[in-house]
């Protein structure tokens, strides 16, 4: 068991262009899920997945941003059109289906300028 | 809307001491209630967590105790060491676990 995997760690990008974050869940948990914390602040719920399923994405901050779980193991989250205020870190977590014990990783620091 | 909230928002305690953060929430459909810890640039860990359930859980120096009635929960971290020192996260849950809502963290200090 490695753990949730991010990356990248660190991504700094100009406004304008896209970002896609890629996460590795803990290999037999059917769930994932995408946090959104900016400093000071406790993680904000984006989207999850059951295995393939998006059951979840009306909490996704803006049109702009999207994920995929294409074959119900690793994500992608991505934002386009970036904008600074887009700056935070954006956390992956990862449980099984049963059971409510939810695994964060490390997180992906994003950087607009 | 902040479902969770959390206080105080920083705290300094001294080494041995009792750190104590409170947490009180809204939607009476929670029924986990985990604490998570989580050190700068890194991702929050799970540190202990409780259900409706039971009032009080211990994990070693760590105990959350839990108010069904007025909604409320704390931890208390106890013999507190500057190794405690990070922010702590409360956050509630249902149990089909897809919105955990978190708190707005405590910057807890343990001064040697």
């Known amino acids: 068991d490695t753990g949730v995997s991010q990356n990248p760690r660190h991504k700094i990008t100009k406004r304008g262009q896209n970002v896609t974050f890629r996460c590795d869940p803990i290999s037999e948990h059917n769930r994932l899920y995408w946090y959104r914390q900016t400093l000071g602040q406790g993680p904000e719920f984006l989207t999850y997945f059951q295995n393939e399923a998006q059951l979840e994405k009306s909490r996704l901050l803006s049109d702009r941003f999207s994920a995929e779980r294409p074959k119900g193991s690793f994500s992608t989250l991505e934002i386009q059109r970036t904008e600074q205020g887009d700056s935070a870190m954006y956390l992956c977590?990862?449980?099984?289906?049963?059971?409510?014990?939810?695994?964060f990783g490390e997180g992906s620091w994003l950087t607009v300028v | 809307q902040q479902q969770v909230k959390q206080s105080p928002q920083s705290l300094i305690v001294q080494k041995g001491g009792i750190s104590i953060i409170n947490c009180a929430y809204e939607?009476?459909?929670?029924?986990?209630f985990p604490w998570y810890q989580q050190f700068p640039g890194k991702g929050p860990a799970l540190l202990i967590a409780i259900r409706p359930d039971v009032s009080e859980k211990k994990e070693g120096r760590f105990t959350i105790s839990f108010n069904k009635s007025a909604k409320q929960f704390s931890l208390h971290i106890m013999d507190s060491q500057p190794g405690d020192s990070a922010t702590y996260f409360c956050a509630a849950t249902t149990h089909n676990n897809n919105d955990m809502r978190f708190g707005a963290g405590t910057r807890l200090t343990v001064k040697p």
């Open positions: 939607n009476t459909a929670f029924d986990y």
């Open positions: 977590a990862s449980s099984l289906v049963s059971g409510n014990t939810i695994y």
